[in-house]
Nanobody
Framework: QVQLVESGGGLVQAGGSLRLSCAAS????????MGWYRQAPGKQREFVAT???????DYADSVKGRFTISRGNARRTVYLEMNSLKPADTAVYFC??????????????WGQGTQVTVSS
């Protein structure tokens, strides 16, 4: 069983910063890409950032230059450093990863989400 557990969300004023973390656990053989998505109230879930196993990154245009995605040394943790936060960044942030478990093929997994609220 694979779990993705996010942490680091909270309430911050506009212009502030937060750092989200997501840790993968379970019978993991390999993790390919890891990333972050977000869903604001009444809106569809949208892509925020992704990082490959080799370290290649991609960002949504709305967060480029403000957010930075990275992976931990053990490659089972992904971080999202969020700077210059705006009220429009308010959403539940979900961790996502492509994971192959021991004895099984690769599947896509989601975390339970962490709330980020940016006040004006």
């Amino acid at each position: 069983q694979v779990q993705l557990v996010e942490s680091g969300g909270g309430l911050v004023q506009a212009g502030g910063s937060l750092r989200l973390s997501c840790a993968a656990s379970g019978s993991i053989f390999a993790i390919n890409s890891m990333g972050w998505y977000r869903q604001a109230p009444g809106k569809q879930r949208e892509f925020v950032a992704t990082i490959s196993s080799g370290g290649n990154t991609d960002y949504a245009d709305s967060v480029k230059g403000r957010f930075t995605i990275s992976r931990g040394n053990a490659r089972r943790t992904v971080y999202l450093e969020m700077n210059s936060l705006k009220p429009a960044d308010t959403a539940v942030y979900f961790c996502n990863a492509d994971i192959a478990t021991i004895g099984s093929e690769e599947y896509n997994y989601w975390g339970q989400g962490t709330q980020v609220t940016v006040s004006s």
